[in-house]
């Protein structure tokens, strides 16, 4: 292609050179004839004439006129050629240039791209890091400004801000690093000794975690639901003592898919009934990694102010949340001042402590006579924590007419039973949501025997406590009257285990016999210690997992998971029921409900052990899981769907397959004669059925269960 910027070269002297070759062609015809006179336009040869000449005679032209006219057209035309010869040659060269260049354009291509795709997302970065960092310092200044008008001050917090800004820009270029694929730098054994992972293996390894974390998410069918395994198995795969040298993380990382995960229960798997909806979130793993960053114990509130205040704040968050009575929250601007309050504990032992220490001066003399009363479908801690405060255990008969919830007759006939016979009733437990049937005991008509008999009554909500965010699955009328609550987060509330929030109404009471101040632990401010709320002295930052998990979900998340969860599992026991042989036990309660296997013409007897042996055959097959149960001497199997993002298609796939083992296992039934010739199971707590309260004199053996 031509350059437009050639063609005055050519196309002007072209134009000249043709006008004057014509006037001199014209001339020397003119002299040729010399009897011929013409007439010539002024326009045409008035610049070698008078202006005012418009007719001439060709004869009186001179000769030297007419050469010079010849030698001026022929220098034209050389010119004219040399004009073309050049205009030519400057536009090949400009074409084999643009040619040129093309090509190398094309070479360079995929290099050009990839280096500016990099710069691109290196200036979002280096942007990115920047916006967070001026953000920072704002914020810093402000808090500074709070807290103390010195600039000295104020630039102390700046320059942290700033080491913490660049910081993270070094980071952002780690995971450049891992993106590009490019190796890590390989350490020796001392160097590894000295600093066992550095800040890029962290990176390349939590990388991985992640990884598989939301791997698992998305393929929770990814593992069995529970492992072919025995006792021990893992145990001995195992080296029996710990490594002299430190390992890569590649090494540990695989022993952990090959022993570790393939021991594990998952109890996130689309085909895991059993137990209760265990907590799984995203904001509850992020919490769980910044607190062990943080490495932080909550001891005191000097230790830690905010795990102390936190922990405060989400007591009060979940208590609003959850519809638990003002009085059980903290109240005013100090939280030791407040008659209510709560902490969040990592697992609840029951106020039979408190109650069993306090409530009589002569402790030794008067612990024998203390009877705590609960019933026998109650959690097996009741039991246990009975056994470790020396105190009488009373649990009461339940029915099935009452939904296998304690009466307030019931109850009131065992404490007017013990105090004639010299017993003191000092602490009722109430549960809602009990283990095996999710029942709840009538909590409205137990809680007024608080005034009669003077007991601590403990409101047991640990399962269904969590329901309570969504208004119409609150069960608890009469609840103000309680002394204390409790309830289990990691049970339908998305938080990994543990996170237990307790609520009393008698702050002082119950942190008084707990407190024990030592000169390294006494009080220099008026924080509200966490270390006088329990036995237990050091304190995870369990307050952030509830308030990252608040802060993400909000109330309105939460309660459309609650509702997810207990519509999903409605819709599977819609579909359990109509299998042949499976028979609904009691009612459906808080996302939980209950089946027993049963043929035409079966005693009770032989229900209990065929649906005890049907449970335990399923769990075998390592296809589905769910728990078996004894309620009153009814081999029940619990079930109940876990899974958060559980579907509808789920379900359908679950009752299938529990359709097919159930068939299956009809098969082996009739095939093998001996298959159901053991005995069915019962709870531990049957045993204090016919036991006799006795008082012995020996304090230290003055338990009677």
């Not at 350059?3 to 001199?24: E, H, K, Q, V, Y």
């Not at 339908?492 to 030592?518: C, E, G």
Request: with cysteine; proline share 4%.
């Amino acid at each position: 292609m031509v350059s437009s910027s050639i063609i005055p070269l050519i196309f002007f002297p072209a134009i000249g050179c043709i006008g004057f070759t014509s006037n001199a062609l014209l001339l020397l015809a003119v002299r040729k004839r010399k009897d011929a006179d013409f007439v010539v336009s002024s326009r045409l040869v008035e610049p070698f004439f008078q202006p005012s000449s418009h007719i001439f005679n060709a004869t009186e032209m001179p000769d030297q006129l007419i050469g010079s006219l010849c030698s001026i057209t022929v220098s034209i035309w050389s010119i004219l050629i040399a004009s073309i010869l050049f205009g030519i040659l400057l536009s090949g060269n400009y074409f084999f240039f643009n040619k040129f260049r093309e090509a190398r354009m094309r070479t360079h291509s995929q290099d050009c791209l990839k280096a500016r795709k990099l710069y691109i997302r290196r200036e979002k970065s280096t942007q990115r890091n920047e916006g967070q960092r001026k953000k920072s310092i704002t914020l810093s200044s402000k808090w500074t400004r709070t807290i103390s008008n010195s600039p000295k001050s104020t630039r102390k917090v700046e320059s942290e801000v700033l080491s913490i800004a660049g910081l993270s820009t070094q980071l952002d270029e780690i995971v450049s690093v891992m993106a590009s694929g490019s190796p890590l730098q390989e350490r020796n054994l001392e160097e590894r000794i000295d600093r066992p992972m550095t800040e890029e293996e962290f990176m390349l390894s939590m990388k991985k975690v992640i990884e598989f974390i939301t791997d698992n998410y998305r393929n929770p069918e990814k593992f069995p639901v529970s492992p072919e395994t025995r006792p021990n198995d893992i145990f001995n795969q195992l080296p029996q003592k710990a490594p002299e040298n430190p390992e890569k993380f590649d090494l540990v990382w695989n022993d952990f898919h090959e022993i570790i995960m393939r021991g594990c229960i998952q109890w996130q798997h689309p085909r895991f009934h059993a137990f209760f909806p265990c907590g799984r979130s995203y904001p509850d793993i992020l919490a769980e990694t910044l607190i062990s960053s943080l490495g932080t114990v909550g001891i005191t509130w000097a230790a830690n102010p905010a795990i102390t205040e936190l922990d405060a704040s989400m007591v009060n968050w979940l208590g609003r949340a959850l519809g638990i009575p003002e009085t059980f929250l903290f109240r005013g601007l100090d939280t030791c001042q407040s008659e209510g309050g709560g902490w969040l504990a990592v697992r609840f032992r029951k106020p039979i402590f408190l109650h069993t220490s306090k409530k009589h001066d002569r402790r030794a003399e008067i612990i024998s006579k203390l009877v705590a009363y609960g019933s026998f479908e109650h959690h097996s801690s009741f039991e246990k924590a009975c056994k470790m405060a020396c105190v009488c255990c009373h649990p009461v008969e339940v029915y099935e007419d009452d939904d296998w919830g304690m009466r307030r007759e019931v109850v009131e006939e065992a404490m007017e039973e013990d105090v004639k016979r010299g017993l003191i009733p000092f602490y009722l437990h109430i549960a809602l949501g009990t283990t095996s049937t999710a029942s709840s005991d009538h909590l409205a008509e137990l809680t007024p025997m608080k005034e009669k008999y003077g007991v601590w009554i403990h409101v047991d909500a640990a399962y269904a406590g969590s329901a309570w965010v969504v208004e119409k699955y609150r069960n608890n009328a009469g609840i103000e009257h309680a002394d204390s609550i409790n309830i289990n987060l990691h049970k339908f509330f998305l938080t990994s285990a543990s996170v237990t929030p307790f609520w009393t109404r008698h702050q002082k009471k119950y942190k008084d016999f707990f407190r024990v101040d030592p000169a390294y632990l006494k009080k220099k401010n008026g924080g509200n210690d966490l270390r006088n709320w329990g036995v237990q002295l050091t304190r995870r930052f369990k307050a952030l997992k509830v308030y990252m998990l608040l802060r993400v979900y909000g109330i309105n998340g939460m309660r459309a998971y609650v509702e997810r969860m207990i519509g999903m599992t409605e819709y599977m026991e819609s579909l359990l029921i109509k299998l042949p042989n499976i028979r609904k036990f009691g009612q459906t309660n808080y996302g939980l409900f209950c089946v027993q296997y049963h043929e035409e013409g079966m005693s009770e007897e032989q229900v209990n052990a065929t649906t005890s042996h049907l449970c335990e055959f399923i769990n075998n097959s390592h296809k589905m899981f769910f728990t078996h149960s004894n309620v009153r001497g009814h081999d029940i199997i619990r079930v109940a769907v876990t899974l958060e993002r559980s579907t509808k298609k789920d379900v359908e796939k679950s009752v299938d397959l529990f359709s097919q083992l159930v068939d299956e296992f009809k098969k082996k039934k009739a095939d093998d004669g001996n298959f159901l010739k053991t005995e069915s199971s019962s709870s531990s707590i049957d045993s204090l059925v016919n036991e006799e309260y006795t008082v012995i004199d020996d304090p230290s053996h003055s338990v009677a269960v």
